[in-house]
């Protein structure tokens, strides 16, 4: 397995796993997906202010994604992040998540950050397990502040100090 730097070439089937994030998961609490033309806008947004956009390459194909971004668009969060891992289905226990995350903390620390946060919808156990494994504590757990497929939604927020 690969991992670098997403580029435009990645795209297709980054829009690919996002959409199917949307569409069976709870992991993203939106149930529109989106068109090729956001994911360039999101990439190219990442990437000119010099946050990671991350692949998972394995038998030439993008295996999965991670990303951070600001957690908050107020000056005073500047050196706090949020991470996004989403992985094909197909490729789904094989701990590509783990290592793409591995490799984005690293790159949080390098851009000189302070901490990452992991928003995660409560009832997603690998996923706050994935987070736990590395170092994350939970900051918080907020009760039914989404809903989503006809059921109120938690949140659990972890925090890593970088």
Request: hydrophobic content about 45%.
């Amino acid at each position: 397995m690969l991992i670098r730097p997403a580029v435009d070439a990645d795209l297709d089937a980054i829009l690919v796993i996002h959409n199917d994030a949307i569409q069976y998961s709870t992991a993203l609490w939106t149930d529109e997906t989106v068109e090729r033309i956001d994911r360039e806008d999101w990439l190219a947004s990442r990437t000119s202010v010099g946050d990671a956009v991350l692949v998972a390459i394995e038998n030439d194909q993008v295996a999965g994604y991670a990303a951070y971004a600001p957690w908050r668009a107020k000056f005073g969060y500047r050196h706090t992040v949020e991470d996004s891992v989403y992985i094909a289905e197909p490729f789904q226990g094989r701990g590509i998540g783990r290592s793409l995350l591995v490799e984005l903390i690293e790159h949080a620390r390098g851009a000189g950050h302070h901490v990452m946060l992991a928003d995660i919808e409560s009832g997603n156990a690998a996923s706050i397990r994935l987070h736990e494994s590395l170092g994350f504590v939970e900051a918080g757990h907020l009760r039914e502040i989404g809903t989503k497929f006809d059921r109120w939604l938690d949140l659990t927020i972890l925090q890593l100090d970088l």
